[in-house]
C-alpha cells in the first residue's frame, strides 16, 4: 500500500489588540493556498479580506487577489450567500472553501471572545449556544443527557493571543484495487478521525470506521456507529446533506460529517489530477 494524494488544512484564528486575525491555509498534492481576514472582534466584521495562492495548475507565479466583496460581512453564522457572491470571480475560484474554514474557525473563537462579544458570563454564552445551535449535532440534540458542559469540557474561559487552532487532513492511499482513504480532525476542542475502504474501480465504500476521542461530552463520540451505514455506497457520487443524513443529521457529529465530505472530494480530486498531463 502506497500513499498517492495528500491534502491539509491549518485554520487559526488569533486576537491582537484590537483586531481579529483569521488564516487558513490548504497544501495538499493539487495546490496550495492560504485566504486571511481581518475582523473587529466586537462585530465579526470583516475589515478586510484576500487570497494567496501560491501553487496550483496553470499557474506561473504566486498571487495575492484581494476580496473586496466580503468587507463588511459579518464572519458568523448565515454568511454563506454572500461568500458564494463574493468570491465568484475568476480569480478567486477555489477561495470560497477556505474563507468558510475561516468563518467556523471565528465561530469557536468565540468561546474566548465573551467580553468583546458582549455576554456577561460564561453561563450567559453557553445558554445562547444551547438555544441557538438546539438540534444541530448530536451535543446539541441531546442536552438532556449532557454530563459536561461547554467550559467545563474546556477548562477555563479566558484564552490570549491564539484562541482557535484547527488541522485536518486526507490521505489516499492504494493497495491492488483498493483505495484507504484516511480524514483526521484536531482542534482546540474536538478530535475525530474517519477511515473508507473503498473499491478503486466504482469507490463503492467497503469497510467504514469513525472515532471520536475528543469532544465536549461522550454523548457526542455515539455518533460514530452511523460510519457503519455508509458500506456498499458509491462514495465519489455522494453530496454532502446525502452524507450528513446518514451519517445521523442532527443527531450526527458535525466534524465526522466535514472528514467523510471531505473523503468524497479527495477522491474525485486524485481522479482529476491523475487524469491531467501533470499528474501522469
Given at each position: 500500500m502506497h500513499c498517492v494524494f495528500q491534502r491539509f488544512w491549518h485554520t487559526n484564528v488569533r486576537l491582537e489588540e484590537e483586531e481579529l486575525l483569521a488564516e487558513s491555509t490548504y497544501i495538499g498534492t493539487d495546490k496550495e493556498a492560504c485566504a486571511r481576514?481581518?475582523?473587529?472582534?466586537?462585530?465579526?466584521?470583516?475589515?478586510?479580506?484576500?487570497?494567496?495562492?501560491?501553487?496550483?495548475?496553470?499557474?506561473?507565479?504566486?498571487?495575492?487577489?484581494?476580496?473586496?466583496?466580503?468587507?463588511?460581512?459579518?464572519?458568523?453564522?448565515?454568511?454563506?450567500?454572500?461568500?458564494?457572491?463574493?468570491?465568484?470571480?475568476?480569480?478567486?475560484?477555489?477561495?470560497?472553501?477556505?474563507?468558510?474554514?475561516?468563518?467556523?474557525?471565528?465561530i469557536q473563537a468565540e468561546t474566548f471572545l465573551l467580553e468583546q462579544r458582549g455576554y456577561s458570563s460564561p453561563l450567559e454564552y453557553q445558554n445562547y449556544w444551547a438555544n441557538v445551535y438546539q438540534g444541530a449535532c448530536r451535543y446539541y440534540s441531546n442536552m438532556e443527557r449532557v454530563k459536561q458542559r461547554w467550559y467545563e469540557h474546556i477548562g477555563y474561559s479566558e484564552r490570549s493571543g491564539s484562541l482557535f487552532n484547527r488541522m485536518k487532513s486526507q490521505a489516499l492511499h492504494l493497495d491492488n484495487k483498493n483505495i484507504l482513504l484516511s480524514g483526521h480532525l484536531h482542534d482546540s476542542f474536538h478530535s475525530v478521525a474517519a477511515v473508507l475502504e473503498l473499491d478503486q474501480e466504482d469507490g463503492r465504500i467497503t469497510n467504514s470506521r469513525g472515532d471520536i476521542l475528543l469532544a465536549p461530552d461522550l454523548v457526542c463520540t455515539e455518533a460514530a456507529v452511523y460510519m457503519a451505514d455508509m458500506e456498499g455506497l458509491l462514495l465519489p457520487q455522494m453530496g454532502k446533506k446525502e452524507i450528513a443524513a446518514l451519517l445521523g443529521a442532527e443527531n450526527g457529529c458535525v466534524h465526522l460529517i466535514d472528514l467523510v465530505s471531505d473523503g468524497a472530494e479527495t477522491v474525485l480530486l486524485y481522479r482529476e489530477n491523475e487524469s491531467s498531463p501533470a499528474g501522469q
Open positions: 481576514m481581518i475582523i473587529d472582534p466586537g462585530s465579526l466584521v470583516v475589515r478586510r479580506a484576500w487570497w494567496e495562492i501560491y501553487r496550483a495548475p496553470g499557474l506561473d507565479s504566486p498571487r495575492m487577489i484581494e476580496a473586496p466583496g466580503l468587507e463588511g460581512m459579518t464572519a458568523y453564522f448565515d454568511c454563506g450567500d454572500t461568500l458564494r457572491e463574493a468570491l465568484s470571480s475568476p480569480g478567486l475560484t477555489g477561495a470560497r472553501d477556505l474563507f468558510a474554514e475561516s468563518v467556523r474557525g471565528i
